[in-house]
Structures are given as C-alpha cells and as structure tokens.
C-alpha cells in the first residue's frame, strides 16, 4: 500500500486565472492538500499525457468544494491536456540543476542575454524537459499568496515583455530547479517541437476580459472537436460553424489561435486576398484545396478573418467571381459531403455585409459579440500585457483599467508598448548603441513607472473612435466661476451615474439621457460640457451642425446613427452639440431646407429615445435659443434636464475674475472686488475680455511692464461693454418660464408645442405632416 507522501490522485483540469499565470503554481482544494500532506510552496508532479510539475498553492475562495486542479496555459500544453480533462497529481521533490538549455518557444524571435537574468527569472521554479515557461518580471502577485512564494515570483524580470521559452535539455533528467550553481545557456532560435507535442504560443490565458465568450466557444468548437462520440450518442450533428464579430482589436483572431491550441486541433487560417486569383475558378478551387486538406488533417479549425471581405452579399456587388465565391463558401459548409471534426470560425467588425445565406444554422450556427471590454476585464488585459514588465511601485493597474474606457485589447497592448518606450527613453543617454549588449546593470535598473503610462495616455485613444474627433478636456469645475447652480445639477446628473452606477440600480432609477444648456451667448456652456466630461472621466465626442448636415440624401442621418454607435461602443460618452437649434429646428416651422432637418430631427429622437438603451452615454446640447429648438426632444426621457446658464452674479464674478488674472502680476491697488460690482451684466467671455484690455494697456505703457494696474482695468472697462442687454435678460427670464411651466402643452389633442413656436402656413402638400394644430376649444 502506498504511503501519504506517494499517494496519487486523479483530478479534473481547470483554467487559472491571468493574474496567476506564467508563475508555474498550481492551484488544489484543502482537502486535497490535506489528505496528501501538502503544504503552500510544496512541489506536485502532473501527468497528464506527458509529466511537468509546479508548486501548489490552496484553492481560490470561490473554489471551495471543488474538486479541480487549476493550471495556467502553459502547465496545461505542457502536461498535454485540456480544461476538463483529468491528471494525475503526486507529491513530488526537484533537484538542483547542473545545466538548462533554452530556446525561443516562438518563432522569428531571436535572443540575447544574459544567464544571470534567467537564473533570477526562474529561480525556484520547478520544470522538466520539453515544458514551456515564461519569464514573468517583476510582477505585483495575488494578496493571498504566503509571503515565501510571493517574494519567490517577485524576481527582477527578465526583459520588457513576457518571453517563452522551451526547456531544450536538463541535467539531471526529471524535476529539476535553478540555484545559484546552474549552469544556464539561451539558444539564440526557435526550434521546433517533436511531433505529437503542444504549442503554446496562445492560450487562454492570453485572453482577457472574456471568460463567457470563451466558455460558449469551447462549447461549439471544442467539445465537438475532442469528444465527437457525445453528439453521436445524442443523435445530433455537431456544430459546424461560429461566427465572432465585434469592433476591431477586441481580439476576435487571437481567441480562434487558442480554441485551436487548447483543443489540438490543426489551425488553418484563411485571409481574404490570398485566396482570390486572376484565372476563372481560382479562388474556388483554392478555397476548395483548403477545405480538403483541412478535413485530411481532421479533427481541425478553419479560420476566416474578414469573412466581410470574400462573402459579401451577393445582391450588392457586381463581380462574377465574388458571387462564385461566396456560392462555393455556402456549398462547402453546408454541401452533400459531410464534415466530421471540422469547425469553420469566422471574424468580423461587419456582420451587416456577410451574405445572409452564411448566416443561418447548419453553416455558421452560433454568433457570438466579442465586445469592448469592461472595467474588469481590460485590469484582466492589462495584467497579461504587463506579465512581464518591470512596473514601479506608483503603478495602479486597478486605476488605469478605470481611466482607460472605450479601450479594445489592441489599445490596451498599444498603451503598455507606449509606456515601456518611455522607460527606454529614460535611459537612452545611459546607451552606447556602437556596444553589442546593453551592461547588466543598466538592465536591472530600467522600470516602468506611473508617469511613463500618464505620458503614454496621451497618445493611446481608444481605436473604435479614431474616426471621431474625440477631445480630452482640460477644463475642471475649478476652472469655472459662477455657474455654481448649473454644475450641481450636471455632476448630479452626469458625474454620478457614470462613477456609481450601483446607487441609481438600487433605487431602481435611470440616470438622465441629455442636458440642455441654454442661456446668452458667452456665458460659459461649452465650458460646462467640458468640465463635465473630465470630471466623470468620460470620452467627449464634440460636434457641430456643419459636421453632421450633408446635402446628400440619407447622408445625415447616417452620421448622426454612427456618432451614436461610436459613442455606445466607447461608454462612457459624453456629446456634445453646439448651437443645436441648428441642427434639430422645429419640424413644421418652415426654418432651413425642411426634409433635411427633420429627418435629423427624426434620427436624434431615435437615438436617444429608441430601441437601442443608451447606456452610460450623456448627451449634452448648447443653444442660445431654445424656443427654436423642436419641443419633442425637450421632454423627459431626451433632453431631461433644461438648464439655464445665465449671466453670474457679484460673487460669481469675482470668482471669475480671480481665475482669469491667476497667471497676471496684478498691482496692489487692483481691487477684483469692486471690478466685480461694477461689471453688472457682464458674462464670463466679457470678463476675460476685461482682463486681456486690462494687459493691453498695461503693455502699451511699455512692453518692460511688471504688472497691471488698476488703472489699466479702469481704461479696460471704457473700451469693453457686457454683451447682455436688459431686454435680452427679460426675453431669457420669459422663455425660462415658458419652459418650466408650458414646455409640454397639449395642442388639439396632436402632440405638443411651445407657445410662439407655431407660424401660419398655407394648405398642406401631400399629407398632415405641414398643417397647423386645430386651436384648443
């Protein structure tokens, strides 16, 4: 009988989390440990179809009373398995190594460095020959962790990026581990694994932020793959085709690469122009090859990137050869020959364009939305992208993954490859470039730091709105004097839905789709919607009218739903339009060229109050003349909240004042004060005007001025006005409460409109969209 230390158990195989992988832990259930006598840090042997080993760690809080094994990517290519499959798992020791030999895991990557890193890369570390391992740098680890193991991953890293490589040969042969006596040696090249033996280059756990998205994968892809005999039994056919479309960078083609690594399935990829040719038939004939020896190479994935690119809808385009193509795409995936262990994956950023034959079960059976990631998942991406990076100690990837909204994987990788290259410039004095190798020590030294990734933000936006002009204001509440009632309401309205969306779902209340800021001109609503935006930390989409109105027909419209779409894909969002009246007159006033404005006005009112939620983005309108403006989207549910930005009080502009002179040498005798009371009417563009008049004659006493004065106020106030009459302010004061108290009056029982907005017209012309109302009895 075997004794506690050898005990063997069988175990089923689950995937680890990104945060743990690359460390060679594996992760066990208490009582597991306990009836093995296993401790945190003690060395297992897994064998699976092949042996490796890892340090065994307890179970994850959400695991208690699961019987499972979890194993990153890299131990489970190494023991040959796959989640869900079963391994042996037995105590185990490691000896010390006398010499390891590394290679390259991936191809056209070639390496040079010191053995001196590696040994403090893989210090500890149990391995066997054949096993992939990764250098994980100077990585933060799970708070969980005892403080032995924590301080055994967190070793100097290695180089600027998690690199693989393949244990080509140890001596002795079995378990082994690197102590300072090791004799380490790098291969400069990829060499290629035996037959029958697992690729790692992408797993799982190269994957963030889309665990559901790959449970439902494996679920059509893989268990057809590697247990056909389970549909047999059913009596049903395997599924023969997903279809992955999402915005671009998401990550549609790297989650095909692992399905394909982790099931062991040959991979063949197919892009659209390589498989078009010049002759009659070509692209057919091609396109049929692959199949074939696809189904020869069984069980296998077939791979179609822009799948939008070869099988366009065959009623839009004019070619011959694209219709061939896409009829020979619908034979070969749903023809009279029968496809066992084969499964067709396609990627696109455009459903709307695939042929709708291809988009029916029997051919691509399941579609699947690879969306932007949340906030939890681009932490999860980030985590991958930094696995092996150098970080200091003022990194928070927890607040980067927050600031960092609307980005794909794509930009999140583009984000830390920006922040590494300013690490790299901090050092570049340090580099002689005529030397073959960079010193040690120099190496040692490079990190990562917080202000690398604030630099690094300000040239990464996120890709999905690189077509849109997307602002990054400067502008903060502090910034903005006198328009304390209108930034109350807009923090309440904007701020706290978009920084505590939990609070408004426990009350069961939907936060406010739009603001309306209307007021005289110049008194600071474009400065509102900007400090809006950065003080919730949301993307700001600024537009203007000019932008969006086309003399095209459709064209319009067409802009305007995908501002929207771009606005939902990035959330949180803020638009803005400018001088809105603009853009959604009154319908039936007979104001600009009519069909074009009321169709926008029809497509706005869709976007914001339609089938489609606009979750998490804001949209905010500027106008000086609201009465213009049409009264269906000044109703709750669109524009929820009218608010009137008017011109700021004594106080108000005395806060003003200070923030305009704050960079101004500004005399003792000048008194902001009694300049704020005599400024009556006054708004805040004509108070800046006040102080660059005040500079102006400052400078024309002579250009060596040190400072200005009160007489140069004195002298600014004769050659300025306020821009606001008192009639003006008596118009605003009647429209404010023709709004509050007649914004949405019944008219004849036909909708509802705003007192004055009706003007007489004559007869209609086909149809009761142009008559005017009956009067109210």
Same mark, same amino acid.
């Given at each position: ?398 607040? #980067?993954?927050?600031?960092? !909204? /609307? ?5 999140? &990788?583009? $984000?830390?490859?920006? *922040?590494?290259?300013? =690490? ?123 932008? #969006?109105?086309?003399?095209? !027909? /459709? ?5 305007? &739903?995908? $501002?929207?779409?771009? *606005?939902?894909?990035? =959330? ?123 500079? #102006?004659?400052?400078?024309?006493? /002579? ?75």
């Amino acid at each position: 009988m075997a004794t506690v230390d050898t005990l063997v158990r069988r175990v089923q195989v689950a995937h680890l989390p990104p945060i743990d992988s690359g460390h060679g832990i594996a992760r066990l259930p208490a009582k597991l440990m306990k009836d093995m006598n296993l401790s945190e840090g003690d060395i297992i042997e897994i064998v699976g179809k092949r042996s490796t080993a890892a340090r065994v760690l307890g179970p994850y809080t959400e695991d208690a009373g699961l019987d499972i094994i979890r194993l990153d990517g890299l131990q489970r290519a190494n023991a040959g398995v796959g989640s869900g499959d079963y391994v042996e798992v037995q105590k185990a020791t490691s000896k010390p190594a006398t010499k390891v030999v590394f290679a390259p895991a991936q191809n056209n990557v070639r390496l040079h460095g010191s053995s001196q890193a590696l040994k403090r890369s893989f210090a500890g570390r149990p391995f066997c020959e054949g096993d992939t391992v990764a250098t994980a740098g100077h990585q933060r680890v799970n708070a969980d962790m005892p403080d032995n193991i924590r301080q055994l991953l967190n070793a100097p890293a290695f180089a600027l990026q998690e690199v693989r490589l393949t244990v080509m040969s140890t001596s002795p042969k079995g378990i082994v581990h690197i102590d300072a006596s090791t004799q380490v040696e790098l291969l400069p090249e990829f060499t290629e694994k035996k037959e029958g033996e697992r690729r790692a280059d992408v797993t799982y756990d190269d994957l963030g932020g889309m665990n559901d998205t790959i449970d439902a994968l494996r679920e059509m892809v893989e268990l057809p793959l590697r247990h056909p005999e389970l549909f047999q039994r059913l009596g049903v056919d395997p599924p023969k085709g997903v279809l992955l479309h999402g915005p671009p960078g998401t990550g549609k083609t790297r989650l095909a690469r692992a399905v394909a690594n982790e099931s062991e399935a040959q991979f063949f990829h197919i892009a659209g122009p390589e498989i078009m040719g010049s002759a009659y038939g070509e692209s057919e004939k091609r396109l049929r090859e692959i199949f074939e020896e696809a189904a020869k190479a069984a069980p296998s994935i077939i791979f179609i990137d822009e799948i939008d690119s070869i099988a366009p809808k065959r009623g839009q385009v004019t070619g011959e050869a694209e219709k061939r193509l896409v009829a020979q795409l619908l034979t070969l995936m749903d023809g009279l020959e029968p496809r066992q262990n084969l499964v067709v994956i396609a990627a696109t950023n455009r459903p709307e364009a695939i042929d709708e034959a291809l988009r029916r079960p029997g051919r691509f059976d399941r579609e699947i939305v690879i969306g932007v990631p949340d906030d939890r998942g681009r932490r999860e991406i980030l985590g991958i992208h930094t696995r092996g990076m150098p970080l200091g100690d003022g990194v928070n990837l927890d607040e #980067l993954a927050r600031r960092t !909204y /609307g980005f794909v994987g794509a930009d999140l &990788a583009a $984000l830390t490859r920006e *922040a590494a290259l300013e =690490a790299v410039r901090r050092i570049m004095p340090k580099l002689n470039l005529a030397e073959e190798t960079i010193p040690t020590e120099v190496l040692d030294a490079l990190s990562v730091e917080a202000h690398d990734f604030e630099n690094a933000l300000k040239r990464v936006q996120p890709s999905a709105m690189r077509e849109v002009m997307v602002q990054v204001p400067t502008i903060g509440w502090d910034d903005i004097g006198g328009l304390d009632q209108a930034r109350d309401k807009l923090r309440e309205g904007v701020e706290l839905p978009l920084k505590h969306p939990d609070a408004f779902r426990r009350l069961g209340i939907r936060p406010a789709r739009g603001f309306l800021l209307y007021g005289p001109p110049g008194t600071g609503k474009t400065l509102l919607a900007k400090a809006t935006a950065r003080e919730s930390e949301a993307n700001f989409i600024a537009t203007k009218s000019s932008d #969006l109105l086309s003399k095209w !027909y /459709g064209e319009s419209e067409q802009q305007i &739903a995908r $501002l929207f779409a771009r *606005a939902r894909q990035v =959330a949180p969002t803020v638009i803005f339009f400018d001088e809105l009246d603009s853009l959604v007159p009154a319908r039936g006033g007979g104001m600009g060229e009519p069909q074009v404005t009321e169709r926008v006005v029809n497509t706005i009112l869709a976007e914001m109050d339609g089938l489609e939620e606009l979750n998490n983005v804001v949209v905010i309108g500027a106008t000086n003349r609201p009465n213009l403006i049409d009264p269906a989207l000044l109703r709750p549910g669109r524009f929820d909240e009218l608010i009137y930005v008017g011109t700021p009080d004594t106080a108000g502009r005395r806060r003003i004042l200070a923030i305009h002179t704050k960079d101004m040498p500004l005399a003792k005798d000048v008194d902001l004060e009694l300049l704020a009371r005599r400024t009556e009417r006054f708004t805040g563009a004509d108070l800046e005007d006040l102080v660059r008049r005040a500079g #102006l004659t400052a400078l024309r006493r /002579g250009l060596d001025s040190r400072e200005v004065t009160m007489a140069d106020f004195e002298s600014g106030l004769t050659e300025t006005r306020a821009s606001v009459t008192e009639e003006m302010l008596n118009d605003y004061a009647k429209i404010q409460e023709t709004l509050k108290s007649d914004a949405v009056k019944p008219v004849g029982g036909i909708g509802f409109v705003l007192p004055g907005m009706l003007r007489p017209r004559g007869p209609a012309k086909g149809g009761s969209g142009g008559e005017e109302p009956p009067a109210t009895p």
